[in-house]
């Protein structure tokens, strides 16, 4: 087994091509089978050598293990289309001279025109077939007209092209319906893309192409050009597209739709990997977290289902919580390390400290940056109290709660006891329980009214952080 991933590099990775290179690699795993990365950069205005260098960071990010490409090369390169050019021209001669492929020199505002023609006649086949027997005189005198050809591949009309995909089943396509003789080199001489892919498919031996539904239609293109060139067709798998909830495709009005973003946002790879690779199909015990290696023993393409999948950014999210929180604290810290520095200055902090308060914090994160939020009351004594916590401390309650806090601090409570004692201080003072209690307390601490255990989180602020918290609050008045 054989397979590929053949991204173009004319931007970011997106979500929808992730899942392509996911289940090739899943595959690959699974099977032991070599994946090709293969880049088709032949749209020369749209590439760039940035979009690719990002494509494979994200790739790599993502944990897709190719075994060939242009990074490490292989016994099937070069693996850039812009560096094949000399192989497609002798497949191209020998169409030419088979007969199965010719010059076309109709302008592109010739052939827009017989698009239209034939849009208003209803016919489909969208080129004429005006240059496909031309004589040579006829030629030599477009020619000198300054006309530069294109190359057309013959398509035979009313002829069946069938096969059966993986996943869609039996498809057929009849040669009328493709659009006539199409295009397979330009006028520049750039051969497209629908030509190419067949003859590299061909001598990568790629057993397999599995790749998104969008390609379903170039199919038969593809098909007729391997006949033609008398290659062996590789099994098509298509996979279904990936919807937003409204059922449209997928864009960025349904959230972020682009690899590197979810990377910048705190996704955690594995977790948009499990994501991803359970789109359309359910674990045999409907255990939706799963390792990859559990993904890979259980993942067949037959299990996926032949209609769309519906990408749910929350559960994705919820998701990612969970594998936060499953990560050990060493890891976390460093995973996190970088969101938190962008906006913390954490020299002064041991990391075992840092370990114990993210680990802390864990349930309260569902993408690695929101670490940066609930860690602020951790990294900084001073404390502003917003308006409303200001009005429940100042109100007559609260104010005896402020007052016994700093009168604990002043006396009974030590570094020893002030964590596990306060409230219970707090309670037998002023008698107040419950909400009335707690909310106060925590108000006082943290700077807000909900949040982790409030003893646990004194433990790690330490006693001189508490104190210093007492007396803001008791400033309040004296303000
Ligand atoms: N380069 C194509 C794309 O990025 C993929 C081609 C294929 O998988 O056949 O959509």
């Not at 590099?9 to 099977?31: E, V, Y």
């Not at 398509?155 to 396509?173: A, E, L, Q, R, Y």
């Not at 929101?370 to 990294?379: E, R």
């Amino acid at each position: 087994m054989r397979l590929r991933f053949a991204p173009s590099p004319t931007g970011f990775l997106h979500i929808g091509n992730a899942r392509t290179a996911i289940i090739n690699n899943l595959l690959s795993q699974k099977h032991n089978a070599s994946l090709v990365l293969r880049i088709e950069d032949t749209d020369m205005e749209r590439s760039s050598k940035e979009s690719e260098d990002s494509i494979m960071k994200d790739l790599s990010w993502l944990g897709i293990q190719w075994t060939e490409g242009p990074d490490c090369g292989g016994d099937y390169g070069p693996y850039r289309q812009s560096e094949r050019f000399d192989i497609y021209k002798e497949y191209t001669e020998k169409l030419l001279s088979e007969g199965k492929a010719y010059y076309c020199y109709c302008s592109a505002e010739e052939t827009e025109q017989m698009r239209k023609e034939a849009q208003a006649s209803g016919r489909n086949e969208t080129y004429n077939g005006n240059c496909r027997n031309l004589t040579s005189e006829q030629k030599t005198r477009l020619e000198q007209e300054g006309r530069k050809p294109t190359i057309r591949f013959h398509v035979n009309p009313d002829k069946d092209i069938s096969f059966n995909d993986t996943i869609k089943g039996s498809v057929s396509f009849n040669s009328s319906n493709i659009g006539g003789d199409f295009i397979i080199v330009r006028s520049d001489g750039i051969p497209v893309y629908n030509y190419i892919v067949v003859i590299d498919d061909a001598l990568m031996k790629i057993s397999h192409v599995i790749r998104g539904e969008d390609h379903l239609s170039n199919t038969p293109k593809q098909l007729l050009i391997s006949q033609a060139l008398g290659f062996d067709t590789p099994e098509y798998a298509h996979l279904p597209l990936v919807m937003g909830e409204d059922k449209k495709k997928l864009s960025k009005r349904h959230g972020i739709t682009s690899v590197n973003l979810y990377r910048e946002e705190g996704y955690l790879p594995e977790a948009l990997v499990n994501y991803i690779s359970m789109l359309g199909w359910a674990s045999d015990d409907e255990e939706e977290i799963l390792p990859i290696s559990e993904i890979i023993k259980q993942f067949e393409l037959t299990k996926i289902g032949a209609s769309s999948a519906v990408f749910d950014f929350k559960k994705l999210r919820w998701m990612n919580g969970n594998y936060i929180r499953s990560t050990e604290g060493a890891k976390l810290l460093k995973l996190m390390y970088p969101f938190l520095s962008k906006e913390y200055d954490l020299k002064s902090y041991s990391d075992g400290w840092l370990i114990a308060v993210i680990t802390f914090l864990t349930p309260y994160c569902e993408l690695l940056s929101d670490i940066n939020t609930q860690i602020s009351h951790f990294l900084s004594d001073d404390i502003v109290y917003t308006d409303e916590i200001k009005e429940l401390l100042l109100s007559e309650d609260g104010w005896k709660i402020v007052e016994t806090t700093k009168e604990l601090f002043d006396s009974k409570l030590t570094s020893d006891n002030f964590y596990s004692d306060y409230i219970n201080l707090v309670k037998e003072k002023t008698g107040a329980k419950g909400k009335n209690l707690f909310m106060p307390c925590r108000s006082i601490m943290t700077g807000s009214i909900h949040g982790p255990d409030l003893a646990e989180t004194m433990k790690l602020y330490d006693f001189g952080k508490c104190k210093i918290r007492a007396n803001t609050a008791y400033n309040l008045k004296q303000v």
